[in-house]
């Protein structure tokens, strides 16, 4: 089968790693090839366990043990993460896929796809002026994906949040920084890498200007980490998937010849804004679907795994960053060993959102209550 895969990054050069060794003919489209994504680089724990493919990346990761968690009014909490997060330049992470896939026998084209149109139960694929034949696209082209776009429809505004922020030149602490802004349904991220960070804000699209945001930003700097206003930086802004319940149960990520994976599909935690991980997942899936011949069961897959806890987390979204709720979780924090744990493992991506309420309300019950007199005035 010859299979067109739109977006080099994470999910793409991963499907094609894994379906070149499997011996199918796969051409990958990408202009940019291996870049500097905006994105936080955190890749969590269970990332690691689950894809061994990333074992050889892992000494290109910096490997951070504690994290800061600031409250909207100020207040901190130290958490030792048990697991360890790492964190990558995106252009190191896409140049080391992008070699897994060429070498698997994935061909790379440096163009912007511009087009995709059925033909006679294939595609025509066009890109840099010049025409491709395929049995089968995929569309891992990210947030703003224009298969998504050409074969189901564009994410809607409630579904997307707004991100910007800067890398900033420079060695840093090994120590990742959360901060919950009030009024903001996200939060403020310092991610160290090698030889510099990264460093953001996001909200849903439309609740705040991007301006606003760095404003935002710029003043948790200058108040909490004074040392990062200072060295070289470059600003960036992007978008990131986040999808509410209902736009979970009404997305659709494939057919018979086509599909989507990562961000096109939409698969990125809601709360945390954690999208490697199911880049990875689901290119996997999909490719366990072609593999079976039957591309139709990839979406199947994934609402069996994923969906339902993704769904969860959405369930979560304006509870956590409820400032009432932040302010008291940071607060309670700081005096409880087992709410830093339980804190420490969702950022390791080790604790469920199934099984969230239960913890907190073992741990802690006045927070799990006030999270809970939340939903239900919402509800
Ligand atoms: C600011 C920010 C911070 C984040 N922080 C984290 C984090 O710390 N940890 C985490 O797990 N997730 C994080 N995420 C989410 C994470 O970046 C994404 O979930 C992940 O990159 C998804 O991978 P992907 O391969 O699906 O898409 P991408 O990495 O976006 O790759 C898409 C590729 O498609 C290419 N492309 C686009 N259009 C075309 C076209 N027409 N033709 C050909 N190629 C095309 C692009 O050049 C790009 O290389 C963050 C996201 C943002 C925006």
């Not at 609740?207 to 935002?216: C, K, T």
Request: aromatic share 10%.
């Amino acid at each position: 089968m010859r299979i067109g895969i739109v977006g080099a990054g994470i999910a793409g050069s991963y499907l094609a790693a894994l379906l070149g060794g499997e011996g199918q003919e796969v051409v990958l489209f990408d202009p940019k090839g291996p870049w500097e994504k905006p994105c936080g680089g955190g890749i969590t724990h269970r990332s690691f366990e689950a894809f061994p493919v990333l074992d050889g990346f892992r000494d290109a990761c910096r490997t951070v043990h504690r994290m800061r968690m600031i409250a909207p009014g100020g207040e901190r909490c130290q958490v030792p993460l048990t697991v360890p997060v790492r964190i990558a330049s995106r252009e190191s992470l896409g140049a080391y896929l992008l070699d897994q896939a060429t070498t698997a026998g994935a061909a790379l084209v440096r163009e912007r796809v511009s087009s995709m149109v059925p033909n006679d139960g294939q595609w025509r694929v066009l890109a840099g002026g010049q025409e491709y034949a395929f049995d089968f696209v995929v569309g891992a082209d990210g947030a703003q994906s224009a298969v998504r776009r050409s074969l189901f429809k564009p994410f809607a505004g409630e579904d997307v949040t707004v991100s910007v922020g800067y890398w900033v030149a420079g060695e840093f602490d090994d120590e990742l920084v959360i901060g919950f802004p009030e009024g903001i349904t996200g939060y403020i991220w310092i991610f160290p890498r090698d030889g510099h960070l990264s460093v953001g804000i996001g909200a849903p699209m439309g609740a705040v200007s991007g301006q606003a945001l760095f404003a935002r930003l710029d003043e948790f700097l200058t108040q909490h980490a004074p040392d990062v206003t200072t060295g070289e930086r470059v600003r960036f802004g992007a978008l990131i998937p986040s999808l509410t319940r209902q736009g979970l149960a009404s997305n659709r990520t494939g057919g018979s010849n086509w599909a989507l994976i990562g961000d096109a599909a939409g698969w990125v935690d809601p709360v945390t804004r954690e999208g490697i991980y199911y880049a990875f997942r689901s290119a996997e899936l999909l490719s366990e679907a072609l593999k079976e011949g039957c591309a139709e069961t990839y979406e199947q897959a994934c609402r069996r795994e994923f969906v339902p806890e993704l769904s969860k987390a959405a369930f979560y979204v304006e509870a956590f960053f409820d400032p009432r709720v932040s302010a008291r979780l940071v607060a309670l924090s700081d005096e409880n060993a087992a709410i830093r744990k339980v804190l420490a493992d969702l950022i390791a991506g080790e604790q469920g959102y199934g099984t969230l309420k239960q913890e907190l309300l073992k741990v802690m019950p006045f927070l799990a209550k006030d999270i809970l007199r939340h939903l239900f005035q919402k509800g």
